[in-house]
């Protein structure tokens, strides 16, 4: 690469290669159906929203006694895994994020549970079906707006990049390469 060649946050200096890496190229394609600013702003309330529900629906299967249920094992953990080595495939700094986005994914399942259990009111499991499917609907009207279909409709893997998406403008924006 010639040395006056401005680098991105994303693009390692030893990296002489002109070819993109794969995260460079599913975020770009995440991004032609990702450029209405509401589109945008719609998509970091609902992913983050999405991404919570979806573990939920995990961590509430059913999971059979003999696997480990006693240990505290889920099928929330068993997605987590293969998602993360996913995500560690692509990017190890995003994975991070990754891992502190499921922190704090996990702790709002774990104090759902706990305010369930004082107020008896709607039920983990009843709450993040009505916070997904609202999520999706939101989802839905943004790309009405933007006038592109989703990306998951092409690729189900970008499921998975929604979230990596969002990382990569905080990334950006604090100048840590992803």
């Known amino acids: ?39 945008k702003l719609i998509h970091w309330v609902c992913v983050p929203a999405i991404t ?13 006694e003999a696997m480990g249920q006693a240990s505290g094992m889920n099928w929330m953990w068993i997605f987590l895994a293969f998602s993360l080595t996913y995500y560690m495939r692509l990017s190890k700094p995003l994975t991070m994020g990754f891992l502190v986005v499921v922190t704090v994914c996990v702790a709002l399942i774990g104090g759902y549970e706990a305010l369930y259990a004082h ?53 950006k924006k604090w100048g840590i390469r992803y």
């Open 52 to 64: 919570w529900c979806v573990l939920v629906g995990f961590y509430l299967l059913p999971y059979p």
């Open 119 to 171: 107020t008896q009111t709607l039920s983990l499991g009843s709450f993040a079906a009505l916070v997904f499917v609202l999520a999706w609907i939101g989802q839905f009207i943004g790309h009405r707006i933007e006038g592109k279909k989703p990306s998951f409709l092409q690729d189900l893997q970008f499921l998975l990049i929604g979230p990596a998406w969002l990382l990569h403008f905080i990334y």
């Open 1 to 39: 690469m010639h040395p006056n060649t401005p680098r991105t946050p994303h693009t390692p200096a030893s990296d002489p290669s002109p070819v993109p890496r794969r995260i460079d190229q599913l975020l770009d394609s995440y991004a032609e159906s990702h450029q209405h600013p509401t589109n």
